[in-house]
Structures are given as structure tokens and as C-alpha cells.
């Protein structure tokens, strides 16, 4: 009786740990059952934070870099603060997440694959293409996010407002970007870093309308989407509009200033090199860090046509 007994508890709590229900959700290493209502997540990408933000849930977990500024206002005003931080986004922190007890983990492709068995015996993981996959590629990943939450519907609503938005911002842009070529870069002490037309805010360039300065093709692979490029390089692209993120300051462009190669650049000869954020315009993606880029570019853009 006792051993029966036993056998019966282990049942009963065996079934307490089980969702009511799962829902097969596609990613990058396969298919994976996860959750119908996932309540405590982890992400360790930024656009990741942005899908959930997108339809107001809050992660329990996030891989910030160790700081929690990474975590911009436009996420925290909806996500809340109530929130761990799991580490770095290169190297999460295994235990940590563990200790969380998530019951969905969602990881970048480029950066978990390794740790996805890890990952996926603390918790069901789907993969998704975050860091080397463009704009397009953003929003159909916020799509699986929404159906890995529990919430299609919700996001397929939200991307839908975001598209007429962004489609807003691409008739405005067109009326002065044809014919037109703009470049991002980001820079530190050491080095500036362009982003390709296969990148996520190249791709969002050319969805305003402007000509890649630059060749690229959608590889997947993280040195053909961020471009190290000296200055001889820029000066050959020489792009007619150049917006520039500064992870330093100064940073190497900085140091180019003076540079005969430099000025005789087509956006500095023109007064259209513009300074962004370069944390905001190269590590976040998704559907607010659009709206946000866009609304951004606006502003730099208006007066100077």
C-alpha cells in the first residue's frame, strides 16, 4: 500500500510540472514543444526584449550584458524592472538561468547554438537568427515569439500596425532617398564597423528607399554582416549620407577628421554625416527599435533635403 501510495504521488506531481498544453513552435534547430502560456521566460537578446515588449510581457530573465541600461526605457516602460539579469549575451550565465526556472528560453543562433542541449534541458529553447538576420527576418521572428507566448493573434495584430507605420515612414523617406546612398557604421578606439546591406539597419535603409553604398548578400555570417573598413575602404564606398555610432570618445573617426581621404568624402562635403546611438541603432532590433530608428532618422534628416 505504501509503495502504491508513493507510486501515485510521483504520478501526481509528475502531471503538476506538465503544462496543460504545448504548442509546436518551428526555429532555427528544429521543432519544439513549448508551453501554450509560457509565464516565466528568458531571452538573452535585446530583440528579443523587444517582441515581448511588443505585446506587454515581461520576462522573468534577460541576458543584458551585466547592465541593465542595455535595457532601454522604451522596453522597461512596458516590461517593467522586475527582471534578472542572466549575464552577458555572448556568454549567459548557465547557472543563472537555471535558477530562474524558466519554463521558455529564447536564444540567438549565432551565439547559443553551442549551449542549446544546456539550454534545452533547463527549459524548452527555441533558437532564432537575432543577431545576423535583417529587418524582414526580425519581424518574422516576433512572429514565432508570438506563438511561442501564447499570444498569435496579439502580435500578428501589432506587426500589422507596425507595417502601416513603418510603410508611413517609407512614402515620406522616398520622396527624396531615390537615387539617394546611405550608410551606418559603428566605431570605437580601435576600429569602425559598417553595416552591410544584409544587416538590420541596412535592410531598414533600403526599405526607406536609399542604395546600398556597399555590396552584401544575406550570408549569416557575422563578418559579412558588420564590416571592419579602414579609411581608404570608406573613401571607395564614399556613401552620400554616412550615420555614425560612437561606442567611444573619441572614437577613430574622430581621428580621421583631418584626413584628406576624409573630407574629401561625399557625405562630409556635404555637411550629411549625422551622429547616432550606437548602442540603440546596432544592438537593438525588432519592431519598437524600428519605430524608434525611423522616428530617429526623421529628425537627423529634416531640414537637410
Known amino acids: ?15 503538476a ?7 509546436e513552435v518551428s526555429h532555427a534547430m528544429g521543432k519544439t514543444q513549448v508551453p501554450d502560456d509560457p509565464q516565466r521566460i528568458v531571452v538573452l537578446e535585446l530583440s528579443f526584449v523587444d517582441a515581448l515588449a511588443a505585446v506587454s510581457v515581461s520576462p522573468v ?11 532601454v526605457a522604451a522596453y522597461t516602460d512596458i516590461i517593467g524592472q522586475d527582471w534578472v539579469s542572466v549575464g552577458s549575451r555572448k556568454t549567459p550565465s548557465l547557472e543563472r538561468i537555471a535558477e530562474l526556472a524558466p519554463d521558455l528560453i529564447i536564444a540567438d543562433k549565432t551565439r547559443h547554438v553551442g549551449a542549446y542541449d544546456i539550454l534545452s534541458s533547463i527549459a524548452p529553447t527555441i533558437v532564432l537568427d537575432s543577431l545576423t538576420g535583417d529587418y524582414h527576418e526580425a519581424l518574422a521572428q516576433a512572429a514565432v515569439i508570438g506563438k511561442a ?19 508611413a515612414y517609407a512614402e515620406m523617406f522616398r520622396l527624396k532617398s531615390k537615387g539617394v546612398t546611405a550608410q551606418f557604421g559603428v566605431a570605437n578606439t580601435t576600429g569602425l564597423w559598417l553595416h552591410s546591406p544584409s544587416s538590420y539597419v541596412g ?3 533600403r526599405l526607406f528607399g536609399f542604395d546600398a553604398s556597399m555590396t552584401g548578400a544575406n550570408t549569416g555570417d557575422y563578418a559579412a554582416t558588420y564590416v571592419s573598413i ?9 556613401p552620400d549620407i554616412l550615420i555614425l555610432g560612437r561606442y567611444t570618445d ?3 573617426t574622430d581621428t580621421w577628421t583631418d584626413e584628406t581621404l576624409f573630407q574629401e568624402l561625399a557625405a562630409v562635403r556635404t555637411d550629411h554625416v549625422f551622429a547616432a546611438d550606437a548602442h540603440e541603432w546596432s544592438r537593438l532590433r525588432g519592431i519598437l527599435a524600428a519605430e524608434r530608428l525611423a522616428g530617429q532618422l526623421t529628425e537627423m534628416m529634416t531640414g537637410q533635403w
Not at 500500500?1 to 502531471?15: P, Q
Open 1 to 15: 500500500m505504501h509503495r502504491l501510495f508513493a507510486s501515485l504521488m510521483a504520478f501526481a506531481l509528475s502531471l
Open 17 to 23: 510540472v506538465l503544462p496543460a498544453a504545448a504548442v
Open 61 to 71: 530573465g534577460i541576458a543584458d550584458d551585466s547592465d541593465r541600461d542595455r535595457v
Open 149 to 167: 507566448i501564447g499570444k498569435p493573434e496579439k502580435m500578428a495584430r501589432r506587426i500589422a500596425t507596425h507595417k502601416a507605420r513603418m510603410h
Open 203 to 205: 535592410s531598414l535603409l
Open 230 to 238: 579602414s579609411l581608404e575602404q570608406l573613401s571607395a564606398i564614399d
Open 250 to 252: 573619441p572614437a577613430i
